[in-house]
């Protein structure tokens, strides 16, 4: 049995480390699916994919989570909502069921037979994305909501600096 977990992973957090580990619990194996993976350098997805790929390999690496049992993968946005059940069928590799909270996932899958299991979410206000960006930004403490590799690597790549300059451009670059 194989599991689907979707994210942007802007950054990767312990929230998301959690639920790679309840869906390894379930399932023999998981692919980890980095969505809007050609967007980058933007106010929303402020992280390459290839800098998301090495959060996430870093991680499960760190919290010695078997990788023979993972597949870390990216995944373009796909503009034609009606066909993404098979937009994500012929992209990925083959999956048995969908781990995924939001809502909008499960009604754009219910028609397609794949199954969608909501998952428990681990303290899903203190794990949270846009929150932690927000937090690097301030110099709040944002170390603890992340696995280490992750602040090791937003700390290599400067994230605070290029968060900071993203969310001051005249360009205003969050729109898709």
Sequence with gaps: MRGLMMGRFQPFHLG???LVKQILDECDEIIIAITSSQFNYL???????????EMIHDSLKESSVDLTRCYIVSLEN???IATWASYLKS???????VYSGNS???MLLSDSEIPVVTPKFFNRTQYNATKIRSMI??????KDSVPNAVYKLLSKINAKNRLEIISKSDTNPTEH
């Design 91 to 97: 992209a990925l590799p083959h999956f048995d069921k």
């Design 16 to 18: 998301h480390l959690d």
């Design 104 to 106: 909008y996932v499960s």
């Design 137 to 142: 930004i301030s110099d709040e403490n944002w």
């Design 43 to 53: 106010e929303k997805d402020p992280f390459t994919t290839g800098e998301r790929m």
């Design 78 to 80: 796909q503009f034609n």
